[in-house]
């Protein structure tokens, strides 16, 4: 008997870095991909929601229809760029792992993955994936990601930088992860903060060979 091909499973890791609005954006668009989407939120990330989306949310319980239906309150077309709204199967495909859970598929090689994406990333998340010195789930998600040669994109939002962070950054890219500052450019037709957003956001997703059509493209119509 021939085993059914499984989803694309993307673990997307939300950590302490200013960028919130990135992250939820990458989720909201990740799950119209009909892709199984692994969430995990560190209590740092879960403070950067709270003081930059207004979003109370609980690590131990995060409420994912709330991070789904989130649209920002600066004028823009966000929820007109929405492919729809989100729905009872865009929430199943959302899986949500605490932090400190060490017990979960995630944490394992053997549970297989396409890729990771630390969004935003945090200096100290950045350190420890950088030394292998993971003390909580994201950190060691992200060393099994590179242990195992998968994909694994780093997002960081932190400016300016320190040599530490700049040589942390360096080791992580020289394992052959993706290291994705969230620097926005500003050829796309730029009308407000949510094309910045997206420009960022579409980046990682082509990183994720997802299609999207959140940006203008570069010679195209």
């Not at 962070?165 to 903060?193: C, D, F, K």
């Amino acid at each position: 008997m021939t085993a059914s091909k499984r989803p694309r499973r993307f673990v997307l890791a939300m950590t302490g870095a200013s960028g919130a609005p990135y992250a939820i954006r990458l989720l909201q668009t990740l799950v119209h991909s009909d892709a199984e989407i692994h969430l995990a939120i560190s209590p740092s990330g879960a403070a950067v929601l709270r003081q930059e989306c207004a979003l109370d949310i609980n690590v131990a319980d995060p409420d994912v229809q709330a991070l789904l239906d989130f649209r920002p309150t600066w004028p823009g077309q966000w929820s007109q760029q929405s492919e729809s709204a989100a729905t009872a199967n865009d929430h199943a495909r959302v899986i949500v792992h605490r932090h400190d859970d060490f017990m979960t598929p995630i944490a394992s090689g053997s549970f297989q993955t396409d890729a990771m994406i630390v969004c935003p990333c945090s200096g100290s998340t950045l350190s420890a994936i950088a030394r292998s010195a993971a003390s909580n789930l994201i950190q060691r998600a992200a060393e099994v990601h590179l242990k195992e040669h998968r994909r694994l994109i780093i997002v960081p939002r932190e400016t300016p930088m320190s040599v530490i962070q700049l040589e942390n950054m360096h080791r992580i890219a020289a394992t052959g992860a993706v290291v994705l500052p969230a620097m926005p450019g500003w050829y796309h037709g730029v009308s407000g903060p949510d094309d910045l957003v997206d420009f960022v956001v579409s980046r990682i997703l082509d990183q994720l060979n997802v299609d999207n059509a959140l940006i203008g493209r570069w010679g195209e119509t």
